[in-house]
């Protein structure tokens, strides 16, 4: 089949595919820094792409909410009680039972809480944010 001939043989490159030693054609270095960087972001970006999209749109939601809450002087972190479930549902165009299934999904990793005093209570914003930015 193969000699050692032919195992051992390196083959010839074409000279316009041989990387000149130039300046201009150095890269410089990826730094350590970068790399880490790159791989946090990379991993962080494979974790949300296994979520499902939906719960990322209902996140969304729930910041810009608060974000109107904020820019109107009331508490950013809380969304009251007035603003009703179906008429969330018929926003996002889904369920009663899948938006209850996705508050309760927002609620195991720590990013809302129910409170019956308030309403719901947005625990962890950054987290719904990097929830709804997640790509």
């Given at each position: 089949m193969f000699t050692s001939a032919m195992l051992n043989?390196?083959?010839s490159i074409p000279p316009f595919l041989v990387r000149r030693s130039g300046a201009m054609d150095r890269a410089p270095a990826p730094s350590n820094d970068?790399?880490?960087?790159f791989a946090l972001r990379r991993r962080a970006i494979v974790r949300a792409g296994s979520r499902a999209p939906i719960e990322r749109v209902a996140a969304a939601f729930l910041i810009a909410i608060s974000q109107n809450n904020e820019y109107e002087g009331r508490n950013a972190h809380t969304i009251p009680?007035?603003?009703t479930c179906g008429y969330v549902a018929q926003l996002l165009d889904i369920d009663v039972p899948l938006l209850a299934?996705?508050?309760v999904s927002l609620e195991r990793q720590g990013l809302v809480t129910s409170s019956p005093s308030v309403g719901l209570e947005l625990?962890?914003?950054v987290g719904l944010e990097e929830l709804a930015d997640a790509h």
């Open positions: 043989a390196r083959p970068g790399d880490a960087a009680d007035s603003l299934d996705l508050l625990t962890n914003l």
